[in-house]
């Protein structure tokens, strides 16, 4: 009973990590998001502001939309990247269940003399 409730406490701090993991992630990624949509915002709007009275006005637009395609391309390879080097869910909990299967299967098998 005392290896079950191991098992137990093992799944909780795996589900406590991974929340605290996941919880980190979104706080991080929402103030990050939020900022940068300011600041993009805001160099925009200086950018079509500088040009508006010229000739270049439609080429800064497109240039700043390419920028947008270009990072947003960088961002979807560095988030994928951030999920596979994630710990995954339940890891410790599955490393022992392995370990103990082992032994588990020896104790109970027939002996073999």
Known sequence: MRH??????LISLD???????LTE????SAVLAICILFALLML???VIAYTW???YRVAAI???GGAF??????????????ARARTPLLADVKREWAQDRVILE???SPDEE
Request: glycine share 4%; charged share 20%; hydrophobic share 60%.
């Open 106 to 108: 020896r104790l109970l």
């Open 53 to 55: 009275d010229t000739d």
């Open 62 to 64: 497109a240039w700043m």
């Open 69 to 82: 395609v270009v990072i947003a391309i960088f961002m979807a390879v560095y988030r994928a990247r951030a």
């Open 4 to 9: 079950i409730g191991a098992y137990f406490e």
């Open 15 to 21: 589900l406590a990590r991974a929340q605290r993991e």
């Open 44 to 46: 925009c709007l200086g």
């Open 25 to 28: 992630q979104i706080i991080a």
